[in-house]
């Protein structure tokens, strides 16, 4: 069958497999919008992939993996202080003579992951971090946490001297460091996926809240067991929850949010 030239070029085959576009006259007027594709978008960077971050991650892990021929003691020393309220210790009990070292790595350890997730709960919550911004949040949020236990440590120290006797205030600063020491294992899973995975980032916050939950209801048992005497004594114990557990941990998340958003400005 012979073509028919007379038509114009856009009546002779479909658009789509016109390279062209041509106006009524059949003259080419550019290209086809079709073929131009679309719009790339910018790839959101994750924060794993961050070098940054990646670097306190790194060193974070060292610390806990070079420190690891120590933990077998450490452990078997641990359990017994998250429960034990004994007046006097065993006298065969292990403790190991870098048990100091190994309670400041877990320390620095539980610091970070904490610091990892709430700057996870900041993303979420649609505060824009620029991704060079990634590792200097982290570090401010990491020292944060970390001064937040060392005024726990003097908390806890000061209503221990006032409410109880050496024996028992040492018996609940070990109960302290030992449920810590626990925690930032806890938390270690949950810190280094959300770093990769940031859509799971709900679902992550939330399990690490509620290991953090846990964590302080352990403690606070200890404490109970420590400092409950009769009944007037309850009162005090209601007190200090309010000033000591409840109320510093919405000014840590609070100073969180303004922290970011000075960083920002």
């Not at 449920?179 to 939330?206: E, H, M, R, W």
């Not at 403690?219 to 005090?236: A, D, E, M, Q, V």
Request: proline share 5%; charged share 10%.
């Amino acid at each position: 069958m012979q073509q028919d030239y007379s038509r114009p070029f856009d009546t002779q085959c479909h658009y789509i497999d016109s390279p062209t576009a041509v106006d009524a006259e059949g003259l080419y007027s550019g290209v086809t919008a079709y073929s131009l594709g679309v719009s790339a978008d910018t790839r959101p960077e994750l924060p794993g992939y961050n070098s940054g971050v990646l670097c306190i991650v790194i060193a974070m892990l060292l610390l806990v993996i070079f420190n690891v021929k120590h933990y077998a003691l450490f452990f078997k020393t641990m359990s017994q202080n998250l429960l034990s309220v004994r007046e006097r210790p065993n006298a065969f009990d292990d403790h190991t003579l870098n048990e100091t070292r190994i309670m400041v790595v877990l320390v620095i350890q539980v610091c970070a992951c904490e610091a990892i997730l709430i700057f996870s709960g900041l993303l979420l919550a649609g505060i824009e971090i620029p991704p060079n911004r990634f590792p200097v949040v982290i570090g401010l949020l990491t020292g944060g946490t970390l001064i937040y236990y060392l005024l726990q440590l003097l908390a806890y120290g000061t209503i221990g001297y006032v409410f109880t006797d050496a024996t028992g205030a040492s018996q609940w600063l070990k109960g302290f460091n030992a449920t810590q020491a626990l925690l930032g294992f806890l938390l270690l899973v949950p810190a280094l996926a959300v770093l990769f995975y940031p859509a799971a980032a709900l679902s992550l916050i939330s399990i690490s809240a509620l290991l953090y939950i846990l964590a302080r209801i352990v403690f606070i048992c200890k404490g109970f067991r420590i400092f409950y005497h009769n009944f007037p004594s309850l009162l005090y114990f209601i007190l200090y929850l309010c000033t000591v557990e409840i109320i510093p941990v919405l000014l840590v998340y609070r100073g969180a949010f303004s922290l970011c958003r000075l960083l920002l400005n």
